[in-house]
């Protein structure tokens, strides 16, 4: 790049405690330029942008804005230098419009009254800048997470934004609208902002970025032009060890294995209907579609842990209808929830309670076995390799990675024969994808039957077995073997039959 | 493979200042109480604080994982007043064909629980399954109970026969060794409650709905149940307390109870309890009854402050607790 930086870190160090997360990392961030910061869940990405926006103060080393050294007592010195961050989770009050969002704190006045006249001219502009065909004034709540995102940016905007810094922008957002965030980064990028984002997603980094930083354990590993590295190194790099075989061999289920679930009819009121389906032993069945498509919610049905009706279910040779989760539960039946933050997690506790809170039964009767939990506990630390630093860490301090794994081995302590697992990493690292889609296939080569829901389409297809794809709420078509092609998921996904109308079984 | 990783949570650790801070409250109370004032580490002084706290007590120790499980009961003021009247109508009633004895006392008893069984499960009933906001429902049921006392009383004082009340007052008055019959009654429910909410599959869940229900309903935990019982487990203790309360006095009126839903939910939170949910202790409970006990009873022995304005106090109070709260949390 011509320029020199805008915004850049000097051997930046960074301490919680005793411990340094950050050792001596330097990056540099320049006008009319995207900035990919890539790495594993714990790598220290979070933290770097977080010293970046000035949330927080580098321990060692220094900020340097415009070739001075700064220090931001608080956001707001950092937002007023040009500096704004955006959140994975939005930073906007659901119940407001718009306009009032965009203006939140800092709302145009004349006299005492609020100028609102000028407000909406100017929020017009921002969403016109940003090619985002809301109205100022939708309310937030009302909005497409994409055009959240847009509303984020626009917000940025209405704040002179010199440097942007995203926080895995398209971890929610469907591939149509990640075309479209990616269309509205670009025009920023030509008119001179500096943009820094980070994303799981290797693909989007080769696509949009034009300079990437990779960093592993607080370290930055790489830091150069982004056309210079291939998608596979860039993995490499971060995790440290080869991940071409990131998926695991499929052996195929044998023609005359024999079906574990069968489902007829089932529905559930609003999201899905009639949909039927069949699960072999051992086999890994995924679940393609939009999302919105009603697969979680199906799945959610089928678990009992939302209201549905079917008109039979059959598992292991027996009709079964549950009427509570627990009931599902106990037939063998488990759903492993895409929203672990919220559903899957208790975040203010331990990993100790969080791993036993589905299966208390197990820990003793009325009273509680704490020594056979801490037992359980050290059992799923070595079984799905949870790091987590001490034993008694709030979870919600864990890395998502690891959350992901504490939530996988919850669920598992219920032995399930028959696992549901929604979204099982998104928004984690490369290197515990990989271990968690190993685990799932040998629990599979072990005679269980699992079903997987996925939005990304590389994982969809690496791991299944077989295809069912949904949309709106029906099954559009279900693929095996040689069938199974990206084209024609996303043709199911569509509701397209054209001239490659797939196998349909 | 549990042979290589001992668990490591079971050494000594020095106890945080949420643990702490409660603890050294009270302390602090015992030491001022007692420079101001010679008798009060005197036997009967202490006795007397606690037996006074054994009420408030019981109903605080229900009010505990009703609040831990995310909840609230505003009612059991009132519902403590109605009881009582309803316990005391029945045993006038039943007094001339029953007669002075054991069993007319246990009729009262039995009526006393089944009634805040019945209130507890209403309360229940209504923030659950219906899904109203527990404010609005005990809001709503506090006012109904307490009109309803004053209805029964006709404006006045339920008083119980002087017969049945002579016979009756043991039960608030003697004990075994010197300790009361309701304090006796007050530590065996904070120990069985404390084993529950510590030890017990059922406390776990009460905390784990409180933290997030969603989580909760996930993990097949029954959230609905979970809550119902704890109204109706309060409801029980409430029943429990007018048991104890009823011989004291031996009357019911609309003054009855009185602000107990402040002193319950103030003894909860000073004690450590988190007010939206998802954390409690039984033993921080007790300390906070006794704490708040305590203050009533510097007040009165001493003359700084006029005994009317311990309400004042314990509103204070709760607003502080509260307060820390939010601090210890930020700090974490």
């Known amino acids: 790049m011509t320029s020199s930086p805008v915004l850049a870190l000097r051997t930046v160090s960074k301490s919680f405690g005793p411990v340094e997360v950050l050792h001596n990392v330097n990056l540099a961030l320049s006008a009319g330029s995207v900035h990919a910061l890539i790495g594993e869940n714990g790598a220290g990405k979070s933290t770097t942008m977080k010293i970046l926006a000035g949330y927080q103060p580098p321990t060692k080393g220094s900020v340097v804005l415009d070739g001075q050294p700064v220090q931001f007592a608080n956001l707001q010195e950092g937002e007023a230098a040009g500096i704004v961050m955006i959140h994975q989770e939005f930073n906007l009050a659901e119940q407001l419009t718009v306009e009032q969002n965009i203006f939140l704190g800092r709302e145009l006045k004349r006299g005492l009254l609020l100028d609102k006249a000028e407000m909406r001219r100017r929020t017009r502009d921002y969403l ?31 704040r002179d934004a010199r440097v942007l810094i995203m926080d895995e922008p398209t971890a929610v957002l469907t591939n149509r609208e990640t075309e479209v965030l990616f269309e509205q980064v670009q025009t920023l990028r030509d008119a001179g902002t500096a943009i820094l984002f980070t994303s799981h997603k290797l693909d989007e980094v080769a696509q949009i970025s034009d300079q990437v930083t990779i960093m592993r354990d607080g370290d930055v590993v790489y830091a150069g032009e982004t056309a210079e590295m291939s998608e596979d190194a860039m993995a490499t790099a971060m995790v440290g060890r080869d991940v071409s075989d990131l998926y695991p061999s499929k052996p195929g289920v044998p023609e005359d294995a024999p079906v574990v679930l069968e489902v007829e009819n089932l529905s559930v009121p609003g999201f899905a209907s009639n949909v039927s389906f069949t699960l072999n032993k051992g086999e890994i069945l995924g679940i393609g579609g939009l999302i919105g498509s009603g697969r979680t919610e199906l799945m959610e049905g089928l678990a009992a842990l939302r209201p549905a009706s079917a008109a039979r279910i059959t598992l292991f040779d027996q009709t079964k209808q549950f009427k509570r989760p627990g009931d599902a539960q106990q037939a063998g039946l488990c759903y492993l929830t895409e929203d672990r933050k919220m559903r899957g997690l208790l975040l203010e506790r331990g990993m100790r309670e969080n791993l036993t809170l589905q299966n208390l039964h197990k820990f003793g009767g009325f009273l509680i076995d704490r020594n056979a939990e801490e037992a359980a506990l050290t059992e799923a630390i070595r079984e799905f390799d949870i790091r987590s630093g001490t034993r008694d860490v709030r979870v919600g301090n864990m890395s998502g990675g690891n959350q992901q794994k504490l939530l996988l081995a919850k ?67 279900t693929l095996t073997q040689n069938a199974i092609t990206e084209d024609a998921i996303v043709r199911l996904s569509m509701g397209l039959r054209g001239e490659q109308t797939p196998n349909v079984a | 493979m549990t042979d290589t990783t001992t668990p490591q949570t079971r050494g000594f650790q020095m106890p945080s200042m949420s643990v702490l801070g409660p603890i050294i409250a009270l302390i602090v109370l015992l030491v001022i109480g007692t420079m101001l004032n ?18 408030i007590g019981i109903i605080a120790v229900g009010m505990t994982f009703v609040i831990t499980a995310g909840g609230l009961d505003l009612s059991v003021g009132s519902m403590a007043a109605f009881i009582a ?114 030890r017990s599959a059922y406390g776990r869940h009460c905390a784990a709905t409180g933290s997030n ?61 988190v007010l939206k949910g998802g954390f409690g202790r039984v033993w921080g409970t007790v300390i906070g009854v006794l704490i708040l006990s305590l203050i009533g009873n510097i007040l009165n022995l001493t003359d700084f402050v006029s005994p009317y304005l311990n309400g004042a106090i314990q509103g204070v109070i709760i607003i502080l607790a509260v307060i820390l709260q939010r601090e210890r949390k930020a700090a974490s």
């Open chain 1, 128 to 158: 016109a800048r940003v090619a985002c065909e809301v109205s100022p004034d939708a309310l937030v709540s009302s909005l497409s997470n994409s055009e959240k995102q847009m509303v984020e940016i626009a917000k940025a905007l209405s």
């Open chain 1, 411 to 477: 669920v598992m302590l219920s032995e399930p024969r028959i696992l549901i697992v929604d979204e099982p990493t998104r928004g984690i690292d490369i290197g515990t994808k990989q271990q968690i889609y190993a685990f799932l296939r040998k629990l599979a080569d072990a005679g269980h039957a699992i079903i997987v829901i996925t939005s990304e389409m590389p994982e969809l297809i690496g791991l299944a077995d077989r295809i069912m794809v949904m949309r709106l709420g029906e099954v559009s078509g």
């Open chain 2, 38 to 55: 010679s008798n009060f580490l005197s036997a009967a002084n202490i006795t007397n604080v606690v037996a006074r706290s054994a009420f």
């Open chain 2, 85 to 198: 009247g309803l316990m005391i109508l029945v045993m006038n009633a039943a007094l001339p064909s029953m007669g002075v004895g054991i069993p007319i006392i246990l009729l009262g008893m039995v009526t006393a629980i089944v009634a805040g069984l019945l209130a507890g499960l209403l309360n229940g009933f209504l923030i659950t399954t219906l899904g109203i906001e527990a404010f609005i429902v005990t809001l709503g049921s506090m006012g109904v109970y307490r009109s309803l006392v004053t209805w029964l009383a006709d404006g006045g004082t339920l008083s119980l026969d002087f017969g049945l009340r002579t016979f009756y007052r043991p039960v608030y008055f003697d004990g075994i060794l010197g300790i009361s019959w309701p304090i006796i009654v007050f530590a065996i429910i904070v120990i069985i409650g404390e084993v529950i909410m510590s």
């Open chain 2, 213 to 273: 229900e969603h989580v909760a309903h996930y993990s097949n935990v029954n959230v609905r149940r979970t809550r119902l019982i704890s109204y109706a487990a309060l409801g029980i203790l409430v029943g429990i307390a007018t048991i104890m309360y009823v011989p004291r006095l031996g009357s019911a009126s609309a003054s009855t109870g009185v602000l107990w839903e402040l002193e319950a939910i103030a003894a909860v939170i000073i004690g450590g309890t």
